[in-house]
């Protein structure tokens, strides 16, 4: 059972990686998506959106956030540690040091592209007067940048926008957040700008999500409704492994080191699938993939692209 279960745990950490990739991912030129739309209300939005989606991605690696964690690059070298987190996911254990160097490579180079300094100290004050600026571009439009959010990601997963809930504000906690384990965990849990996950209202889920800002809130719809399609890989579970699972995967703490890695993760997931192929169709075939199977695959996606790709083509 304890062997069943630390399979189900890192099941559910490759979803969330994968999750959390989608995410950011799209954060990084969803808006590009609904140029027009966003142009139509404020001129100008698209342009500052592009920068902000890098400068606020980076700060994950080189802004405040390794003042609370550590040195991203420190963490993903000590895997080997039995105490380390993620030290029994063969995925993130053996590899994640390789990702997470190509994820900040990929920032860095968006950024210097669009006048985002990749430097540290240097790149946070940068940041911080983004986000003056960001504020004081979408003041008095919530409402108007929350429907766009929702048009932009039922444009790329094919949901209705019916069944997606955005909203723009500060309050942004909603449903039942897990308490964070650590004092650290805590501390960033007060600081935390955007909430995006699943609800159940009237036999319906539907794709919550709240945020400060426009980008960020794209991010969290996407997390959500990527969250949704996930489910069908969980849905099998008895409810109590699946809330021991959930309870050890789903950690605040942890949602960083995916932030870091996810995106370049979910662009190598990407390169290998089938030309036409429906992305929230096979991911959710990918979610339902047992522990093993899953993990197989996604370690094809990093050392054997080419043997991803033909089993991609044959999972349905």
């Not at 959390?20 to 500052?48: C, M, N």
């Not at 860095?108 to 100290?121: A, D, E, N």
């Not at 949704?228 to 021991?244: M, P, Q, R, V």
Request: charged content about 25%; overall charge positive; aromatic content about 8%.
């Amino acid at each position: 059972m304890c062997d069943e279960l630390q399979q189900q745990i890192n099941k559910r950490l490759t979803l969330n990686w994968m999750i959390q990739g989608a995410a950011s991912h799209t954060f990084l030129s969803a808006h590009h998506l609904v140029r027009e739309d966003l142009e139509a209300i404020r001129p100008g939005l698209t342009k500052l959106y592009d920068k902000a989606a890098i400068s606020l991605h980076l700060n994950y690696m080189i802004g405040d956030m390794p003042l609370f964690f550590g040195l991203p690059s420190r963490f993903w070298k000590r895997t080997g540690r039995p105490s380390h987190p993620f030290h029994n996911h063969k995925l993130l254990a053996e590899h994640g040091i390789e990702i997470y160097r190509a994820s900040k490579r990929d920032l860095i180079s968006r950024g210097w592209k669009k006048g985002i300094i990749g430097l540290p100290v240097f790149h946070y004050l940068q940041l911080h007067w983004m986000i003056v600026r960001l504020v004081w571009a979408e003041r008095g439009i919530n409402q108007e940048l929350a429907r766009i959010a929702e048009k932009a990601t039922s444009m790329i997963w094919g949901i209705e926008t019916e069944r997606l809930d955005a909203e723009l504000t500060r309050n942004v906690a909603f449903g039942n957040i897990r308490r964070p384990k650590t004092i650290i965990g805590r501390m960033v849990r007060s600081a935390v700008v955007g909430y995006g996950g699943v609800q159940l209202r009237n036999g319906k889920f539907i794709v919550t999500a709240k945020s400060w800002f426009f980008p960020l809130l794209v991010h969290e719809l996407v997390k959500g409704t990527a969250e949704l399609i996930c489910l069908h890989g969980l849905n099998t579970l008895d409810e109590a492994t699946y809330e021991l699972a959930t309870t050890e995967a789903d950690q605040l703490e942890y949602e960083t080191w995916m932030l870091q890695t996810g995106a370049e993760i979910w662009r190598r997931f990407l390169s290998v699938l089938p030309a036409n192929t429906a992305l929230p169709e096979k991911l959710m075939h990918v979610a339902r993939l047992d522990p093993q199977s899953l993990d197989q695959l996604m370690l094809a996606v990093i050392e054997d692209p080419e043997s991803a790709r033909k089993s991609l083509a044959e999972l349905a």
